[in-house]
């Protein structure tokens, strides 16, 4: 059975910092997905924030261009998202999947940017 387990969230000051991991287990095609991160702000649909290809290519949403850095782990089955400069409209329960949220959701991991 496939599970996506973000961790990592926090509250933190803007500006501050954050580092989340997704660690995946059951997906023996890791390797070869386009992995995603995803937030959801209170309110709001769920919307796409970074993705990375197998051979490592990013791709970020314009609201966290150069602020956020996604990164993976192929050999631990593992995604990260690194996030600095955070600002309040950062605030939101983020979850990882693949492109196209193609497996069931895990919690997310909460992430809450005070001012």
């Known amino acids: 059975q496939v599970q996506l387990v973000e961790s990592g969230g926090g509250l933190v000051q803007a500006g501050g910092s954050l580092r989340l991991s997704c660690a995946t287990t059951s997906i023996p095609i890791f390797d070869v997905l386009t992995m995603a991160w995803y937030r959801q702000a209170p309110g709001k649909q769920r919307e796409l924030v970074a993705r990375i290809t197998t051979g490592g290519t990013t791709i970020y949403d314009d609201s966290v261009k150069d602020r956020f850095t996604i990164s993976r782990d192929n050999a631990k089955t593992t995604i990260y998202l690194q996030m600095s400069s955070l600002k309040p409209e950062d605030t939101a329960v983020y979850y990882c999947?693949?492109?196209?949220?193609?497996?069931?959701w895990g919690q997310g991991t909460q992430v809450t940017v005070s001012s």
């Open positions: 999947n693949a492109l196209g949220g193609s497996y069931d």
